[in-house]
């Protein structure tokens, strides 16, 4: 009906007037339609609310305008009339709006640092009470109306002398002093200016401009300056500038630093020193100088045997009680050392010469000490016992001496002057048996001075036994094994009886044992130096007959060996150290203690190296054990430091033990914030809305206390507001006024802070417009000029389409659309066109050429133009002759002037070029006599009578010129034949004839015919053409008999439209051939047989998306070479789909296609239909279609998206940077990628920038900044915003972080020790070792297991860690357990715990006898009381009433024996002569004295009984000496016992067995040959003396046996090489240290024995200039040449 209709709701104040398009179509075939504009105005109803012009209103307002200043009027449209009221966000009633016009106005003083914006509702209602509501907006503009102000009126610093210049100054917590004001202002009014005032102040120190921190600008010297004062003013950044009320004073205190060397006052002191001298006596005083630091004095020369000492502070120097004797050392030589307290420390040295007075300061000396002798007690008075002799190392009478007895007991004197001590008077009844004597020995001097010594007589008759000695010492070190023989005590019986040897003091019995046969004395308990040193027992050595008995001292020298390691007070030492701290600081001293003696308590400290490199910042002192620091520490580089430190003793070898150090390193804030890109490009829509997200400038601060702290300013740029960024995160975005007047691009200067120090980073914003604008052309049309054969690339036009545009938006795209005209011309993108090829004027559809150009915007807008090139014609054409040669008869008779032939040539140039003249050339003589031609006609003429020429044949050539420059010709030839007059010529019918023919004409059909009468048959001929209109191409054909001229080929009107051909009629007249010439015209006539072709196919149509109805798409031209009504062309739209046609129509005489509707790229991204041309032939119409592409260019209409809400992933803790975290997927409606360009940000969630996001291919791929710590944060929530510059979306990226095994378990307690009964079942609970992991999962899953020795007998729970007996414990097999638990989670990672386990004693052994069965033999006359054998049991329990032994006599022969209860000596109670029995069997009880119940063991003890005639002795001696090397090889022979033998045994079968002393098998004895042989390797150093003792039984009778030692003594080879006691030694000296000094010590050891182990030491490399030397015995160090750093470099390696 085309009646139209409203069809939704309409909105006046969205569209006051609506420009419709209305299009007719017909339902014929082809269909024909039409357009119309339909123009629909809107109009308020009267029942309609008031409309605002705009939802929302925005403006901003200075914080400063005056009270009524207006603001922004909102106005509201209606029927009738509108009031205004503010509804609401009128905060302290600050506006004020006019109820009729709707201004805003301020009605009180506005502040920006209180409110810095309102949102106003604001009501409007009409007349019929109807209202409606919007929204304002109103920002205050910050004015610079605050002055900044000094956060604290006073600041305090400090900084050392040391500090190099551009050091910070700290405060007192050591963290950078920054000098802080605020600003109550916003933007370039809070922008703080500081400025030291003093210049004095600015020679030494710079402040931050931005930041107020200090540092300095040159050398600090606390010498000259130790205090600072200066003050600092503040100014803003605003117009005009504020400043501070008053400025804030700053004192900057100056820590001093050793940096001056101490000096003595004197280079020599003299002192004396009189005797005696006491500990404390002071030798003298002397003082140092130090300029800026305490000094310690040291002697470190000189100080022979330790006599002095000096006060470190002090230095006064007094005796240490050592006795000075002027006869050893009369000079003492001091030198002495003061340091000052820098590390290392600057010196100084001074001598001091002491003398030492002579006195009587040394008293007589006993030599050769101890005195012991025996006496028999039946010596004569008079006989001289002993000698004493005593020293004196005085001189003259100091030295001389006289002795005397203390006590002389009545029975002995000595003389005063030899030392001689005689019996004085005979022995009595009433004599002891033993005297110590006292002795004395005093010297001359004055007062006298006395010593005294003792000495031991023993009174003995003639059958005691004597023993070789009666003081015998042994050293024996304190890890001898059990049962090693140290000592052989040997005594002989007078009477030549069997002797037995028992210890005397029942304590001792614990440690060593005396072989009751041999002497042999062996070590039998644990020695321990630690505890005792020295022990001292008496050996009695008692005959088998009568009893009597001698004794003798033994003392046992226990050495220290090297069992005890060092011991640190802690296994883990944790210290705290601020990073930044200057190189030499004390971190931490270790302190170890050791229980041994000696050199081998002596304690070095070592660093190991480990994997971390903690050698090279740290340092130990070896031997104080302090910690300092090599470098200053980063916390950035390294949060903690372990220190593995190694406590060695000097021992040989030496023991160790280690501790580790936990270094936490503290951060400070000394480092600045640092962007993570270099300068940040953006871009942004003057469409995006307000609050856009544009860009995230992103820092990272190496402070760990700075990461969270770091604050983001605009600093410039940003004048006109249009940006607001985040301080905290660094989102910049569009301002909350949302200005659409941009700029094309800002260059913002941002800053990020984090307190101390500041960063800046450009970020530089492009702005991109819509695409509001179309390109023009200046004109529709151009026509231009070209000369034909232009060379190619020949510049044609150079078009310009303006759109005024920025951007991709203005920028154009050009592009030519007739397909004739790409292929002659192109076009750049500056719209500069230019040849392809040459073109040439002569072809006719190159003669006029229509360039059709459309120019393309960025988005997709066009426009179209037309350039006519016109080809300007060049002289590239000669003339071209209409036929190839002629011929032609004359007669003779014609008269002069007439016409013979026409001549006719063509130039296909046009005007001058065109221009054609004829002229003869090549002409005989004769024939230019009778010939002429018109150069303008080309007709040839006579000229002269052509009588007499009568059968002569003219032949010649012409030649045609044109005019052009240069000049072109051509030559044709021509024949003319003179007859006679008499002969006929052929005569056509008609001078010219001329025909038609249609196009469509069929080959062969006639078309006319030409007709020539003669008296003799003619024959036709066509002369053979020179042009397509000629005939050249042989069109046409003519009959030689009739003349009929018919259709050969094809004939086309649109290629050749007339032909001009000459015909020949040639006859015969008595043999001479005359011909004759006539031309005919041929009209080609046209039909509609030609369909319109398109000038291209198909169409590239561009059409940007939402443009309004009626916006033209492009013109289709098609060209129809047909004439009239055949070549009139109409468009049409083939009718494909009814879409197409409700899209698009096209103007049918134009071919201007326009749109119906606005089109959306995002339906449909590509149309295409055909267009028809139809030509209006009357009997038959052609046609013919080309495509049309429309392609719809996209807009930026759509906002993106997320392919999901939410996107979860997981990451791994220990993944390295540029791991992938998350891919994310983003969909974008529009097609074009320029407004699918996404840029994604994150914006919340990752305060610390440990995460990234990047684009790769078409996902977002979020990937790690850094690495993560599950165990620190477990799950991050990212924010991620994707924009395209208009629009922007948000989604939520959920990682969890993935744990792994980077924590190994904690180990509660690092040493667990208790007690465990020995007795405890399996099963019992004993302790519980616990450990924690901080991962998660199997990670954290903790198991336990336990390591060591004996393990096996313990189980520790791998859940609970619950420690229990899995076996019965024995304490005698093993009394102490160290076994470690190593926790270990479930990646192998592992910490461990020692366990020391020591196993309680239980009463669970009973003794046991050393054998079995004894056998001893007696002599029938044996005295009663006499001991006959010594027994002996051990209790393996601890040593306490479990071990203590108690010995019975179970059967005791009816008394005949006895034993005594502590020692196990048996002995004779009854005679044995009265009895008849030869032998008695003794039961022997040995049991302790445990609880609860004692145990007990039994042992047989047969006593032969033997007449003292029957025994004879095996051997000659009771001791034989060997000598061996520890060198030989098992099997060696050591010596043959059996060559020892009495005579007179030789009869006997003697069988020797080795009864004592080869506890280790080292030899063996053949039984019966007697010969000792190695039978294992021998080790000098570990064992370099055997006692084998040797028993010979003659007759297989125990009773018959004999006994003898023999010592074998190893000697040494050297077999061991020296080594030293460290693998490296350092030490750091000063290059001032003076010659002579020693540096170092060093120290080897070498295993073997005296001859083998004297060491000498050399300095084989290191040292080429020859600066040290080493003592070649003591392995001392020096300095034997000045050192300077500069010239032999650093360090030395010796």
């Known amino acids: 009906s085309g009646i139209i209709t409203v069809a939704k709701k309409l909105e006046q104040l969205i569209q006051e007037r609506y420009t419709l398009t209305v299009k007719a179509t017909d339902q014929g075939f082809p269909q024909l339609s039409d357009v119309t504009t339909v123009n629909v105005q809107i109009k308020v109803s009267d029942y309609t609310p008031p409309r605002f012009s705009a939802k929302e209103y925005f403006t901003e307002i200075s914080e400063a305008a005056a009270i009524g200043s207006p603001v922004i009027m909102a106005v509201a449209i209606s029927q009738s009339a509108v009031t205004y009221e503010i509804k609401g966000g009128n905060e302290d009633d600050a506006f004020l709006v006019n109820s009729f016009s709707g201004v805003i106005s301020t009605q009180k003083a506005l502040d920006f640092e209180s409110i810095s914006f309102y949102e106003l509702t604001v009501r409007a209602t009409n007349m019929a009470g109807l209202f409606s509501e919007a929204m304002v907006f109103l920002y205050l503009v910050d004015e610079n109306d605050n002055a900044p102000v000094f ?315 004597l023993f070789q000695s009666l003081y015998y010492t042994v050293k024996v070190p304190e890890n001898i094994p059990q049962y090693t023989a140290i000592l052989h005590v040997q005594a002989r019986s007078p009477e030549g009886f069997r002797l037995i040897y028992n210890i005397a003091e029942e304590e001792l019995l614990k440690l060593f044992n005396i072989n009751f046969k041999t002497g042999v004395l062996s070590v039998i308990g644990q020695l321990d130096y630690e505890s005792q040193t020295k022990h001292a027992f008496t050996v009695r050595a008692t005959d088998t007959v009568l009893g009597f008995f001698s004794e003798a001292i033994v003392e046992v020298e226990v050495e220290d060996i090297n069992d005890n390691p060092p011991v640190f007070t ?303 014609d060049e002289n590239d054409n000669a003339p071209q002759f209409k036929a190839s040669e002629y011929k032609i008869s004359i007669q003779s008779n014609m008269s002069k002037g007439f016409p013979v032939v026409q001549i006719l040539a063509y130039d296909a140039d046009e005007g001058a070029n065109a221009d054609v003249t004829y002229f003869v050339d090549a002409v005989e003589e004769i024939t230019e006599d009778v010939i002429e031609i018109n150069p303008a006609t080309g007709v040839i003429s006579i000229k002269e009578s052509l009588v007499g020429l009568e059968n002569k044949m003219l032949s010649f050539q012409v030649k045609a010129q044109d005019g052009g420059t240069p000049q072109r010709d051509s030559l044709v030839p021509v024949q003319v034949n003179v007859v006679p007059n008499e002969v006929a010529l052929p005569k056509f019918s008609e001078p010219l004839y001329s025909f038609s023919a249609y196009e469509d004409l069929p080959t062969g059909s006639e078309i006319g015919t030409v007709k020539a009468e003669a008296d003799v048959p003619v024959i036709y001929s066509l002369v053979e053409g020179n042009t397509i209109e000629s005939n050249k191409e042989k069109v046409f054909i003519l009959d030689k008999d009739t003349g009929t001229l018919k259709v050969e080929k094809n004939v086309d009107h649109e290629r050749t439209k007339w032909y001009q051909i ?62 009239g009504s055949n070549g009139l062309v109409t468009y049409s739209l083939e009718p494909e789909s009814d879409d197409v046609k409700k899209l698009f129509t096209i103007d049918g005489e134009s071919g201007w296609i326009t749109t119906m509707k606005e089109l959306d790229r995002e339906v449909e991204e590509t149309y295409r239909f055909h267009v028809v ?45 540029g791991q992938v975290v998350a891919k994310l997927r983003t969909e974008d409606a529009d097609i074009s990628e320029l407004n699918r360009q996404l840029i994604c940000y994150i914006t919340d969630g990752d305060p610390l920038g440990q995460f990234a996001i990047d684009r790769f291919g078409d996902e977002w791929r979020v990937v790690l900044n850094s690495s993560l710590d599950r165990e620190e944060t477990e799950k991050y929530l990212l924010q991620v915003t994707a924009s395209d510059g208009r629009f922007q979306a948000t989604t939520v990226v959920e990682i969890y972080v993935l744990d792994i095994n980077d924590n190994s378990p904690e180990c509660q307690e690092m040493l667990y020790a208790t007690s465990v009964s020995e007795d405890a079942q399996p099963g019992m609970f004993i302790l519980k070792v616990s450990a924690k992991d901080p991962d998660l999962g199997s990670n954290a899953q903790v198991t336990y297991t336990l390591h060591g020795p004996g393990a096996g007998e313990f189980r520790l729970d791998p859940q609970t860690g619950e420690l229990t007996t899995l076996a019965l414990l024995d304490r005698e097999q093993q009394a102490l357990y160290s076994l470690f638990s190593k926790a270990t989670d479930g990646g192998g990672r592992s910490c461990q715990a020692d366990i020391v386990l020591t196993i309680q004693d239980v009463n669970d052994n009973p003794p046991r006898f050393s054998s079995s069965h004894y056998a ?59 009895e008849e029995q030869s032998e008695f069997e003794l039961t022997v009880q040995a049991s302790d004295m445990g609880s609860p119940r004692s145990l007990f063991s039994l042992a047989t003890l047969t006593v032969s009984v033997v007449d003292l005639s029957d025994y004879l002795p095996v051997f000659l001696h009771n001791e034989y000496v060997a000598t061996i090397g520890e060198d030989v090889h098992a099997g060696t022979e050591v010596l043959s016992v059996s060559a020892l033998t009495r005579d007179g045994v030789d009869d006997a079968d003697i069988v020797y067995t080795v009864v004592n002393g080869n506890e280790h098998g080292r030899f063996r004895i053949n039984a019966k040959t007697g010969t000792v042989y190695v039978n294992q390797s021998l080790d000098f150093e570990s064992c370099h003396e055997y006692y084998l003792s040797i028993e010979g039984t003659r007759g297989a009778s125990s009773s018959l046996s004999d006994m003898t030692m023999v010592i074998i003594n190893v000697t040494d080879v050297n077999d061991n090489v020296p080594r030293f006691l460290h693998e490296a030694y350092s030490a750091e000296v000063s290059e001032d240290v003076p010659v002579r000094e020693t540096i170092l010590e060093v120290s080897a050891d070498d295993r073997d024995g005296p001859l083998n182990n004297q060491i000498h030491y050399s300095i084989e490399s290191g040292d080429p200039h020859q600066h040290f030397a080493i003592g070649p015995v003591s392995g001392e160090i020096q300095v034997i040449k000045r050192l300077n750093r500069e010239e032999v470099g650093d360090p030395f390696f010796i």
């Open 151 to 465: 956060l604290s009126s006073d600041y305090t610093g400090k900084i050392s002398e040391s500090a190099p210049v551009g050091s910070m100054v700290m405060d007192k917590n050591n963290i950078p002093l920054v000098i802080q004001a605020t600003d109550a202002d916003e933007s370039s009014s809070a922008l703080l200016v500081y400025q030291i005032l003093e210049p004095e102040a600015r020679k030494y120190f710079r402040i931050d401009a931005s930041m107020g921190t200090l540092t300095t600008a040159r050398i600090i010297d606390y010498e000259s300056i130790p205090v600072f004062s200066f003050t600092v003013q503040v100014h803003d950044n605003g117009f005009p500038s504020l400043f501070a009320p008053m400025p804030a004073k700053v004192t900057v205190l100056v820590t001093n630093v050793n940096d001056s060397p101490p000096k003595f006052a004197q280079p020599t002191y003299y002192a004396s020193v009189y005797l005696p001298a006491y500990q404390g006596t002071k030798v003298i005083s002397m003082k140092a100088e130090d300029a800026d630091s305490n000094v310690t004095y040291s002697i470190v020369e000189g100080n022979l045997d330790d006599a002095f000492i000096i006060h470190p502070k002090a230095g006064v120097i007094s005796t240490t009680g050592f006795p000075f004797d002027h006869e050893e050392q009369d000079v003492y030589n001091v030198a002495v050392e003061v340091r000052d307290l820098r590390n290392p420390p600057r010196r100084a040295y001074t001598n001091i010469k002491v003398f030492v007075e002579d006195v009587n300061d040394n008293a007589p000396e006993f030599q050769n000490l101890p005195y012991y002798t025996t006496v028999q007690d039946d010596a004569e008075p008079g006989d001289v016992l002993f000698q004493v002799f005593a020293n004196d190392k005085d001189t003259g009478d100091n030295a001389a001496i006289t002795y005397s007895l203390v006590d002389n007991h009545g029975y002995f004197r000595i003389d005063p002057f030899l030392g001689d001590i005689s019996l004085w008077k005979p022995f009595d009844f009433e004599a002891l048996n033993k005297y110590i004597l006292k002795v004395k020995a005093t010297d001359g001097g004055y007062p006298p001075l006395h010593s005294e010594a003792e000495v031991l007589v023993i009174v003995r008759n003639k059958s005691n036994p």
């Open 570 to 872: 802690k296994m883990v030492y944790t210290v705290l150290v601020e990073e930044g701290l200057p190189a030499g600081t004390s971190v931490i001293q270790l302190e170890a203690s050791d229980e041994d003696s000696g050199r081998n308590k002596v304690i070095s400290y070592h660093m190991l190296d480990n994997e971390s490199d903690s050698s090279s910042f740290f340092a130990i002192d070896a031997t104080s054990g302090t910690v300092i620091t090599e470098q200053e520490l980063d916390y950035e580089q390294t949060h903690q430091f372990h220190l593995k430190i190694r406590a060695v003793d000097n021992g040989v070898p030496p023991l160790s033990s280690e501790a580790i150090v936990i270094v936490n390193v503290s951060d400070l804030n000394d480092n600045p914030p640092k962007f993570r890109q270099p300068q940040y490009e953006a871009a942004v829509s003057e469409m995006a809305t307000c609050g856009h997200i544009i860009v995230r400038v992103q820092a990272f601060d190496p402070d760990s206390k700075d990461a969270n702290k770091l604050e983001y300013l605009i600093l410039s740029g940003n004048d006109n507001r249009h940006f607001a960024i985040n301080s905290s995160s660094g989102i910049i975005s569009m301002s909350n006024l949302c200005r659409r007047s941009l700029n094309t691009t800002y260059d913002l200067n941002v800053s990020v802070s984090d307190g101390v120090f500041q960063r800046t980073v450009p970020v530089h914003i492009n702005t991109t417009n819509a695409n509001k604008y179309s390109p023009a052309f200046e004109q529709s049309i151009y026509e231009v000029e070209l000369a034909e054969n232009a060379k190619a690339g020949t510049k044609v036009i150079e078009l310009a389409a303006m759109d005024p545009d920025d951007g991709p938006y203005g920028t154009v795209e050009y592009t030519i659309i007739n397909k004739l005209a790409r292929e002659k011309f192109s076009i750049d993108g500056n719209g500069h066109i230019v040849t392809s090829e040459r073109l040439d004027r002569e072809n006719s559809t190159e003669r006029v050429i229509a360039i059709k150009v459309m120019a393309k915007d960025g988005g997709g807008k066009v426009a179209f133009c037309t350039i006519k090139i016109i080809l300007t």
């Open 1062 to 1123: 000459d015909v020949m009629a040639h006859c015969t007249h008595a043999e001479t051939e005359v011909a004759s010439l006539v031309s005919v015209i041929i009209q080609v006539k046209d039909i509609n047989d030609n369909q319109p072709v398109f000038e291209a196919n198909p169409y590239q149509a561009f059409l940007m998306e939402n443009m309004p109805a009626g916006t033209t798409v492009i013109q289709v031209t098609a060209n129809d070479q047909d004439l």
């Open 1173 to 1217: 041309a139809s030509d209006h032939g009357r009997n038959i119409k052609l046609s013919s279609s080309a495509l049309v592409e429309v392609t719809i260019t996209d807009e930026n209409d759509n906002p993106p998206q997320f392919t999901l809400e939410v996107y979860r992933a997981s990451v791994v803790e220990d993944s390295l940077p």
């Open 1416 to 1474: 001893v033999a007696m002599f029938d006359n044996t005295t009663v009381k006499t001991p006959v054998i010594v027994v002996l049991a051990r209790d393996s329990d601890a040593e306490n009433n479990n071990a203590e032994v108690e010995y019975s006599l179970v059967d005791s022969a009816n008394g005949r024996f006895s034993i005594e209860e502590s020692t196990g000596i048996v002995r004779l109670e009854k005679p044995l002569n009265e």
